[in-house]
């Protein structure tokens, strides 16, 4: 029964992973470091993979089931920690360079 929400959560996140995954390349701002494409886009969606494929052990009784579905989570958690740090510097980068320009219009 703990196979069904396991699998469906790994398929319906490798989706919109895959979908995050090509705009992510598709998107061709100069300011798109290379590691970030496969931090935001192929990383998550190889978790869900993984979450995915440990529904489907679950479901044949596999007694791995449960260390694979911990190393997609642990895979995802990472990522995702990854991820809030570089959006968070990010945001950090912009404001700084607001406040520099309004200082500049002052003067």
């Known amino acids: 029964m703990f196979a069904i929400p396991v699998g ?4 319906a996140g490798f989706a919109v992973a895959l979908v995050i995954t090509v705009k992510v390349f598709a998107d061709r701002s100069p300011h798109v470091v290379p590691f970030d494409c496969f931090a935001y886009g192929v990383i998550p969606a190889v978790s869900y993979v993984v979450i995915a494929a440990a529904g489907m052990m679950f479901a044949a009784g596999l007694d791995r089931a449960l260390h694979i579905l911990a190393a997609g989570l642990l895979l995802l958690l990472l990522i995702n920690i990854r991820n809030a740090w570089d959006l968070v510097l990010t945001v950090v980068r912009l404001q700084g360079a607001r406040e ?3 200082l500049k219009q002052k003067r």
């Not at 469906?8 to 398929?11: C, H, P, S």
């Open 8 to 11: 469906a959560t790994g398929l």
């Open 100 to 102: 520099k320009r309004k």
